[in-house]
């Protein structure tokens, strides 16, 4: 998360959205000084540590947008700061799961306006399938409706928006103020976008994400040896089986089993065997050369020799979206961000404010050995 807000603030970006509080107050203590809102409700008392940490707020329940009104008033009856929450205000156009409804838009934005420490700071709505015209167009019609009962009353919106990934790679829709790339972010396109019908600007999007990661062990096993737990794989020949050193504690789901591939020297490799907590087995019996061994590298997502894994084509393997693929990776993976000069940065589970890490920075350590994502 930090180093991609860095890269989009340095890029440009005039803000940032984060689900949740402690990610925000991660990337404040991190030094990122944009814009940043938090769209998920948090508990009304924190409303006047968002305000001094000019963290933004959604609300889209009137209960707890009455809670942080009344926060707010309570910390400046306390000599607190004279500091502003700054609110944006979701409404409901169709997602069903959150936002004030139109006709009450009016009555929720007069309460912010009217009280005392907070201030309306933009109005937005998400929408539900975009790829879906007539759903969409109810959505904006909804969304235009609150907006026309906001400025009935005489209350200016500062910031509207509505489109996040999908939205910006279907024509029609529209743009109002601000934007929100999530999945595109990853230069990845939203699963229900059509590729070929991708205007020749969203075409040029290109995956920033691959895995990769090298085998903790080698060995060639005579016939009927079973791999794994279970087993649900017992080899039917001699077989070379190398282990990789991730596992469903990593992000990779044990519904993979005997279903996933990997890349080695560009070609495709079986996993074979249950997924395990911290390792996955595939079979390179087949790869030609010298005997495949812990030197070489594999590639879990991304490109080899010609061949390539996407995270949408391991989405379809997992019978889930691709979101879930790029988001589920867990902290224990290494991470080497890259910029076009090469690599700029090295995340592990120790912290990069670690003495030993620091002073070991330009050695191998322990983590070098789990798999990688870049």
């Known amino acids: 998360?930090?180093?991609?807000?860095?890269?989009?603030?340095?890029?440009?970006?005039?803000?940032?959205?984060?689900?949740?509080?402690?990610?925000?107050?991660?990337l404040r203590s991190a030094g990122i000084g944009t814009r940043i809102t938090v769209f998920y409700p948090i508990p009304p008392g924190l409303a006047p540590e968002a305000a001094r940490r000019r963290i933004s707020l959604?609300?889209?329940?009137?209960?707890?947008?009455?809670?942080?009104?009344?926060?707010?008033?309570?910390?400046?009856?306390?000599?607190?700061?004279?500091?502003?929450?700054?609110?944006?205000?979701?409404?409901?156009?169709?997602?069903?799961?959150?936002?004030?409804?139109?006709?009450?838009?009016?009555?929720?934005?007069?309460?912010?306006?009217?009280?005392?420490?907070?201030?309306?700071?933009g109005v937005w709505t998400h929408f539900q399938a975009v790829e879906d015209e007539l759903r969409t167009a109810s959505q904006i019609a909804r969304f235009e409706e609150a907006l026309a009962s906001l400025a009935a009353v005489g209350i200016a919106v500062p910031r509207r928006h509505v489109a996040a990934s999908a939205a910006l790679l279907v024509a029609g829709i529209p743009t109002y103020d601000a934007v929100r790339p999530g999945l595109m972010t990853y230069g990845i396109a939203p699963d229900e976008i059509d590729l070929a019908s991708l205007a020749p600007a969203a075409q040029r999007l290109r995956p920033v994400l691959s895995f990769k990661s090298r085998p903790v062990w080698v060995a060639d096993l005579e016939p009927g040896h079973g791999i794994s737990y279970g087993p649900t794989f017992v080899t039917g020949r001699t077989s070379r089986i190398a282990t990789l050193p991730l596992g469903y504690g990593d992000g990779w789901p044990r519904s993979l089993s005997n279903r996933a591939e990997a890349l080695v020297r560009g070609r495709r490799v079986p996993l074979v065997g249950n997924v395990a907590m911290d390792a996955i087995m595939f079979d390179v019996t087949d790869v030609p050369g010298p005997a495949v061994g812990v030197e070489d590298e594999f590639v879990l997502i991304g490109e080899q020799g010609g061949q390539r894994i996407t995270a949408r084509d391991l989405a379809r393997t997992r019978n889930t979206n691709t979101w879930e693929v790029v988001t589920t990776v867990s902290r224990r993976i290494s991470r080497v961000y890259h910029a076009s000069a090469g690599p700029v940065e090295i995340r592990t589970l120790v912290s990069v404010e670690d003495p030993w890490l620091e002073s070991n920075s330009g050695t191998e350590t322990s983590a070098s050995s789990r798999s990688t994502p870049s």
């Open 1 to 26: 998360m930090v180093p991609v807000a860095r890269a989009l603030a340095d890029a440009g970006a005039d803000g940032l959205c984060v689900a949740t509080f402690d990610e925000a107050i991660a």
């Open 58 to 121: 959604g609300a889209g329940d009137v209960t707890l947008l009455g809670g942080f009104i009344a926060a707010m008033a309570a910390a400046r009856s306390q000599a607190g700061p004279d500091v502003d929450l700054q609110i944006e205000l979701e409404i409901e156009t169709g997602l069903g799961r959150g936002g004030v409804a139109p006709a009450r838009a009016a009555a929720a934005a007069a309460a912010i306006e009217a009280a005392v420490g907070v201030r309306l700071a």
